[in-house]
């Protein structure tokens, strides 16, 4: 046996110490630099501005416009108080299906005003008391 062999045996079965200065062969393998990764960090911060769209549809004609805001996930508030009420059923009727079609909600905030909100957007209770404080009451909070 040679002698570098017989020396790596007895390390290995610890009968022999290593010596300060020799190192394995293994050692001597090149080692990569370490480079980290982009994070995929999103401050929260940086949500996107969006608008609410508020119409007052004259007929059925301007239903299309309320959807795609929608589409686009915009809150849409339609005021029907000027509009007959054979096309309030069918805004109302369309949009219902535009925005289940989108998982997003409905609410009812006046007697022919509402808002359809899409499914990124949630009314929460601050924004309730304020509609409250202008005359606009949501079916919850009817007595």
């Known amino acids: 046996m040679s002698p570098r062999i017989w020396e790596r ?5 610890g009968l022999l110490e290593e010596e300060e200065g020799h190192y394995k062969e293994d050692d001597d393998k090149e080692l990569k630099a370490f480079s980290p990764k982009k ?19 004259a007929d059925y004609a301007a239903v299309e416009e309320a959807a ?30 535009t925005i289940f079609a989108l998982n997003g909600s409905l609410r009812k905030i006046g007697a022919k005003v509402f808002i359809f909100l899409p499914p990124n957007i949630e ?16 079916e919850d909070q009817k007595n």
Request: hydrophobic fraction near 45%; glycine fraction near 4%.
């Open 68 to 97: 795609s805001h929608l589409k686009e996930r915009c809150p849409v508030v339609v005021n029907l108080e000027e509009t007959d009420l054979e096309n309030a059923r069918r805004i109302i009727d369309f949009l219902s299906g």
């Open 123 to 138: 009314l929460d209770g601050d924004l309730q008391d304020e509609l409250a404080e202008y005359g606009f009451f949501l």
């Open 9 to 13: 045996l007895l390390l290995s079965l």
């Open 39 to 57: 994070k995929n960090v999103v401050s929260l911060h940086a949500m996107n501005k969006f608008k609410v769209v508020v119409l007052k549809p």
